[in-house]
């Protein structure tokens, strides 16, 4: 996320200087790098989403259509597994980020969150693993999923509260 930061402060740079700088070699090699570390930055992202082992799956037939015993199979069908709680922790250490609430393993339903950048539903301004509902688990409600490939081992990298 850092890095996002300083391409985007690089950038703001780019076109604030850009007026003064017309017809300055040290102008392009500047644009250069900018447009060097732009696609760099596409690629780190590219990296990160495919290194994160859980991921988050909907029904075909929409959003929040899946019992658990529905989301499980969902998973198998999709080649992996139900995610655990800290299957989840880890993932949202490892950048995980989803505005939509999924089953885990437990029964319960939850979604990671880093930023409040998708409203005021998602969990408010605190980051971390946010439960659904405040109610026992209703395993014949509906949502989506949260599945992990099977080739993952768990690891945790951090320590996050579940919330």
Not at 80 to 96: K, P
Not at 144 to 152: A, E, F, G, L, N
Request: hydrophobic content about 35%.
């Amino acid at each position: 996320m850092k890095t996002i930061f300083l391409v985007l402060a690089v950038c703001l740079q780019f076109f604030i200087l850009q007026p003064f700088a017309q017809g300055n070699d040290e102008f392009a090699e500047l644009k250069s790098m900018i447009e060097k570390l732009t696609a760099a930055v596409a690629t780190l992202q590219q990296t990160q989403c495919n290194r994160i082992p859980v991921y988050h799956l909907q029904s075909t037939k929409g959003h929040y259509q899946l019992t658990f015993e529905e989301a499980k199979i969902a998973c198998r069908a999709d080649g992996g597994a139900i995610a655990t709680s800290q299957q989840l922790v880890d993932a949202w250490n490892m950048g995980l980020e989803q505005c939509a609430c999924g089953w885990l393993s437990d029964g319960t339903t939850r979604y990671p969150m880093h930023h409040n950048n998708h409203g005021s539903d998602c969990g408010g301004n605190n980051p971390g693993i946010k439960q659904c509902s405040a109610a026992p688990p209703d395993k014949n409600k509906k949502a989506d999923v949260y599945c992990i490939r099977k080739t993952y081992q768990s690891k945790t990298i951090g320590k996050v509260l579940l919330g």
